[in-house]
């Protein structure tokens, strides 16, 4: 599947669930709020323009603006729908396009903080989008991201892992279509080939949990994430009994006080663009 592929795939599944997104939002609002206090104690100085990567439904940008009143906010999301409501949302208060984290339709240096959450994990290619950051921060901007990180969702995948290949064996090729989410080793060398001071790369677990695995499978589907992922399109016959199978282990390996817990690694980034004169 090439990259316009996947870009178009990813924007339409979240497109589809913009209605729903902020009810099933759950981790994605603590990283919200996490986020907003790693930026505080960041910025120097009031940003004058600043940019949310991935905006969706607008609450990291409301939660800014209660922060920077006198900012000029900017916000980009690549579903169409996410967008809307986030136009509908600020009115004029903010300037809301349809576009694409990895070709940013901004000139270089035009805002002093670039920010995103819980977005960049669905990038097919996370250096493109950390190069346009890099672009459009002017010399001394901040960057400040969280997105989700290698660890997610691990229970989930090891459990579908178990179940594809008790039934279809272990070289079955939906088990490569699992999304991958970055590590943390990755996230820093491509910070390291970019014109960025003061990086600091850090992570954390969140866990959620749900009363059995249909409702997490629900969750993850309410936020567009299910068909986010490659491995929403693997099914044919026999997929029913391995997706009863899936939520047999999850629940027999996981399972503590009638619950299954899901992980989440939260990625935070915050880097300051050196002063040069070149890119």
């Known amino acids: 599947m090439s990259r316009s592929d996947d870009r178009q795939r990813i924007g339409r599944a979240f497109h589809r669930q913009a209605g729903e997104y902020d009810q099933h939002a759950v981790v994605q609002k603590r990283v919200v709020a996490d986020l907003v206090q790693l930026i505080k104690r960041h910025v120097t100085a009031a940003p004058v323009r600043l940019l949310d990567v991935g905006c969706g439904t607008g609450a990291l940008l409301s939660a800014l603006q209660d922060c920077f009143p006198a900012a000029g906010l900017a916000g980009l999301d690549l579903a169409f729908n996410m967008a809307r409501h986030s136009a509908a949302r600020f009115g004029d208060q903010a300037l809301i396009v349809n576009g694409d984290a990895e070709m940013l339709p901004y000139r270089r240096?035009?805002?002093?903080?670039?920010?995103?959450?819980?977005?960049?994990?669905?990038?097919?290619?996370?250096?493109?989008?950390?190069?346009?950051?890099?672009?459009?921060?002017?010399?001394?901007?901040?960057?400040?991201?969280?997105?989700?990180?290698?660890?997610?969702?691990?229970?989930?995948?090891?459990?579908?892992?178990?179940?594809?290949?008790?039934?279809?064996?272990?070289?079955?090729?939906r088990i490569d279509r699992l999304h991958r989410f970055k590590q943390l080793s990755e996230v820093e060398q491509a910070l390291t080939l970019l014109d960025f001071d003061q990086v600091m790369v850090t992570s954390e677990i969140v866990m959620e949990h749900h009363a059995d695995v249909a409702a997490l499978l629900r969750s993850i589907k309410g936020v567009g994430a299910g068909t986010a992922s490659r491995s929403d399109t693997a099914g044919g016959l026999g997929w029913r009994a391995v997706l009863s199978d899936m939520a047999d282990y999850y629940r027999s390996h996981f399972e503590k006080d009638g619950m299954i817990p899901a992980s989440y690694e939260v990625i935070y980034v915050v880097a300051r663009r050196g002063h040069s004169t070149g890119k």
Not at 128 to 154: H, I, K, N, Y
């Open 109 to 173: 240096r035009s805002f002093d903080l670039v920010v995103s959450a819980s977005t960049l994990q669905w990038l097919p290619r996370l250096d493109c989008c950390l190069a346009e950051c890099c672009r459009v921060l002017m010399d001394g901007g901040l960057l400040c991201l969280a997105f989700f990180g290698g660890s997610t969702l691990w229970e989930l995948q090891e459990s579908y892992r178990q179940a594809l290949s008790s039934h279809f064996g272990n070289s079955d090729s």
